[in-house]
């Protein structure tokens, strides 16, 4: 009886505006999980939400190899590389051949040095291969490694100016013709422009965490994303956007829920 009451003495305007409130705040505390994505040119999406799945539209999922287990993540979970050689490995592709442009991105943890994060490698040697890793093998450089049968081996990068983090950093390897381009948590951190150079096309599989047995990346690693062209610096920082934290969308849903009591609230007279 109560609720009929002041249901009665809410006008039109009062009741359209309560459901305004509250479907705006369903909108803020909705999930966050695929924001950050750049869906033009992407052919690989790997969020490391419990598991392997390419969630772009390749569909090329993978596996969770050695003491595999997940942590919280930027989004969700991410893929825990810390324990047992613990690695991802996902079938070659033929989008995976690459032409003059590409661009690798990921958010990895801590200020790690000599660590490979993801790359595809035929073997040692000269053996077919591409990798970006940080710190290898140059402490505190960017690597853009590709490797043709015969080499020479070519370690692109250039020095990290950026400071990174103890907690999550987003790193994005960009490869447009004969320039790379390296970012740190959204900010271009460095250009390097090699003449002549041609992307690799290993036939083995593309791997998270480790290549060739060497240079294991041990840490969380999650949101990895393969595009077949060079993103800008502006699709960059959209990848590298930190998803607000839910303590301020609930915040915000509090706010709105006093409006709407305020709104709500029966007349005195």
Request: hydrophobic fraction near 45%.
């Amino acid at each position: 009886m109560r609720t009929t009451s002041l249901l009665k003495k809410l006008t039109h305007h009062q009741i359209w505006g309560v459901v305004a409130i509250l479907l705006l705040a369903a909108l803020i505390d909705a999930p966050s999980a695929g924001a950050g994505v750049i869906e033009n040119g992407l052919i690989g999406y790997w969020a490391g939400d419990g598991n392997a799945n390419d969630s772009s539209s390749t569909h090329n999922d993978g596996l969770f190899l050695g003491n595999a287990n997940y942590v919280p993540g930027v989004r969700g979970q991410a893929f825990n590389l810390n324990f047992g050689a613990a690695f991802v490995t996902i079938p070659d592709n033929p989008l995976y051949t690459f032409g003059p442009a590409v661009t690798v991105a990921f958010w990895m943890y801590g200020q790690v040095q000599g660590s490979v994060f993801v790359g595809q490698d035929n073997g040692p040697g000269f053996s077919e291969k591409w990798f970006v890793a940080l710190g290898y093998p140059s402490v505190g450089f960017y690597d853009f490694h590709i490797n043709h049968p015969g080499g020479p081996p070519q370690y692109i990068g250039p020095q990290v100016t950026i400071p990174l983090s103890d907690g999550w950093n987003h790193l994005a390897f960009v490869k447009d013709g004969e320039d790379f381009l390296f970012y740190a948590n959204g900010q271009f951190d460095g250009q390097v422009t090699v003449p002549g150079v041609t992307m690799a096309d290993p036939t083995a599989n593309l791997q998270f965490g480790i290549v060739e047995q060497c240079c294991q990346y041990t840490g969380p690693l999650d949101e990895v994303t393969i595009h077949s062209r060079a993103l800008s610096a502006e699709e960059v920082a959209i990848l590298a956007d930190v998803p607000e934290p839910a303590g301020a969308s609930l915040f915000i849903v509090a706010i709105l829920a006093i409006i709407a009591l305020r709104a709500i609230r029966p007349s005195t007279e």
